[in-house]
C-alpha cells in the first residue's frame, strides 16, 4: 500500500498540483491537511476520475480542513476534535485492515509562549491532548498509521540551524517535548527516520518568504509519518517529493511525502 500525504494549502486553488501527485506518485491513499473548503464544495469528482472514488472529507470556510482519499474501499471513518473546536483538523478511515489518521496540529502564531498567545497555548494544548488520548483509546498493537502536518520539526536536522531556531514556534523545547510525548504515548515510530538518519538534513517545508528557496534551503521537517510497531516491518520506503515545491502553477510551502507498506 502506498500513502501519500501533503499539505495542500488549500485543494481548489492548488488541484493541478494534486492530480499531479497522482499521476507521478500513484498512491492507494492521498490524505491532504489544509483543504480549506467545505465539504460540499470538494472537488470529489477530479478525485473519482482518476480512480479515488472513496473519500473522507472533513472541511471548513477557508481554514484547516482535511481529506483522505482512497482507491480502496473505506471501511468506517470518523472525526476526532481537540480543545473543544471542531475545527476540522484530524480525519480516521480505516483502509484494509489499517487505521489511517490524518491530522493537522495548529501552527502556533509567532510568538513561543502561551501566557500572551493564544495560538501558542492552542498549540500546547492540542498536542497535550493527543497524548493523553492515544493510551486511552487505542492499543499500541493496533495496525495504525499517522500522518500530516504536525508543525513541529523536533530533531536538530529536521531544521536548517538548530541553534538559531531554538525560539522559533516549530522547534522550540517545549514544542519537541510534547510532540515527544505524543509520539511515546503508544510507541509511534517516525517511519521518515526509519528510512533518513538522524544525523542528514530531512525537510518538507520552506517559507515563502524566501526569495530563492531552493538556494537558502532553510528547511523545516514539519510534515510526517508514524506507524505503530505491528507496521515496523512492513515498511518498504518513504519519499519527500522536494520537487514539488517548486511545482507552478502557485506551489504549496509543504511538499508531499509518500510512504510504501508491503500488504
Known amino acids: 500500500m502506498r500513502i501519500a500525504t501533503w499539505n ?3 485543494v481548489r486553488l492548488r488541484l493541478p498540483l494534486v492530480m499531479r501527485l497522482l499521476d507521478e506518485a500513484d ?15 470538494f472537488p470529489r469528482n477530479a478525485f473519482a476520475e482518476r480512480g479515488y472514488t472513496h473519500a473522507h472529507i472533513h472541511g471548513m470556510k477557508g481554514y484547516n480542513g482535511v481529506a483522505i482519499l482512497s482507491r480502496r474501499p473505506i471501511e468506517g471513518q470518523e472525526v476526532l476534535h481537540w480543545c473543544e473546536r471542531q475545527d476540522c483538523r484530524h480525519g480516521v478511515a480505516r483502509v484494509d485492515g489499517l487505521e489511517i489518521h490524518n491530522v493537522y496540529v495548529p501552527a502556533g502564531g509567532d510568538v513561543p509562549d502561551p501566557a500572551v498567545n493564544e ?21 499500541s498493537d493496533r495496525p495504525m498509521v499517522l500522518v500530516g502536518d504536525l508543525n ?10 538548530h541553534k538559531q531556531m531554538l525560539g522559533v514556534v516549530s522547534h522550540t523545547p517545549v514544542e519537541v517535548e510534547k510532540l515527544g510525548a505524543v509520539q511515546r504515548s503508544i510507541g509511534w515510530i517516525d517511519a521518515m527516520r526509519a528510512f533518513v538518519p538522524d544525523t542528514e538534513k530531512l525537510y518538507t517545508w520552506w517559507s515563502y518568504r524566501a526569495q530563492d528557496w531552493a538556494a537558502s534551503d532553510r528547511g ?28 507552478e502553477p502557485k506551489p504549496s510551502d509543504h511538499v508531499p511525502v509518500v510512504l510504501d507498506l508491503a500488504d
Open 119 to 139: 495560538k501558542f497555548a492552542h498549540k500546547l494544548r492540542f498536542l497535550d491532548e493527543l497524548a493523553g488520548w492515544w493510551p486511552q483509546e487505542r492499543s
Open 152 to 161: 513541529v520539526a523536533p530533531l536538530e536536522n529536521d531544521v536548517w540551524s
Open 220 to 247: 523545516r521537517r514539519l510534515d510526517h509519518v508514524w506507524v505503530t510497531p505491528p507496521l515496523q516491518d512492513r515498511l518498504r520506503g518513504i519519499r519527500v517529493l522536494r520537487e514539488a515545491r517548486g511545482w
Open 8 to 10: 495542500i494549502n488549500s
Open 27 to 41: 498512491p492507494d491513499v492521498l490524505c491532504l491537511q489544509e483543504t480549506k473548503c467545505v465539504d460540499d464544495a
